[in-house]
């Protein structure tokens, strides 16, 4: 199988942030990482995204996601992109990183500032070149200041795809919605804008959004694409309705726990298991019982969406 570089064409549509299920000895279940990655391809996902924040990839081996792109490259990678997530705490880890995922057969790269060292601009466009120019990958920048501290400016971001033909993409993660009509003010179509906060979603599809990296996906395929494809194609009322029912749901991946939500929310949902690497800890009972029973509400009136 050949991994032909993602072009600009290939961005867009909803792009699971998938898990990375664990077993007890705290290895990965690559069996049921394939099956989960094709169940929801299955369901009209557009690519699968590993191993980003939420697949904790801050936390697992360089061998360990090359264990992951091949699976899921054998899982779907003949219907859809693998895009691989290079986040480390240095340039020259990440451009490893980014070399051994196209060796993998990935076809995209959503690539990320360091992670301990926030440098000026100068060092964060250096960092971003690097990782760009190391494959013939097509990227996407990774942009969520909240969580590592970066934020990278719509006129940045517009001198990065100047600078970039490959650079086809961005994930817009600050919270801020006047970002998705900032980057389209200076850069019209060259690239395609990504929600990348689950709750924000339905917004970001109104300001303009080309796509989606999707955190509730991983237990809910069918609602996601649902909704995505009802607020695309401007039946917004559908939309809002879909929505009103899943926010408490999407909620759950926009907070500092959201790895452990996702995954409470994915297993209640039949799908995998709630173990987490360390240092994270699994909930404490109070705070799990709490979110268990937003997710239980949910679930007893959950839309009747084929599945």
Known sequence: MTNTPMQRADWSGIFPAITTPLRADDSIDLELFGTHAAWMVEHGCGAIVTPGSLGEGGLLRLDEKRALWSRAVEAVGAAVPVVAAVGACSTRESVEIARAAHACGCRGLMVLPPYAYKGDWRETHAHFAHVFEATPLGCM????????????????????????????????????????????????????????????????????????????????????VRLFDLAASGRLEEAAELYRWFLPLLRLDAGPQFVHLVKLAQARAGWGNERLRLPRLPLEREQRDRVMSIIDVCMKIRPSIAR
Do not use: C
């Not at 980057?183 to 990504?194: E, K, M, P, T």
């Open 141 to 224: 920048l990774y942009n969520n200041p909240p969580a590592y501290g970066t934020d990278v400016l719509p006129e940045q971001v517009e001198e990065l795809a100047t600078a970039h033909a490959n650079l086809h993409a961005i994930k817009e993660s600050s919270g801020d919605i006047r970002r998705m009509t900032a980057i389209r003010a200076r850069l019209g179509d060259r690239l395609a804008v990504y929600v990348g906060i689950d709750d924000m979603v339905l917004e970001g599809l109104a300001a303009g959004a080309d796509g989606w990296i999707a955190g509730l996906v991983n237990g809910f395929p069918a609602e996601s």
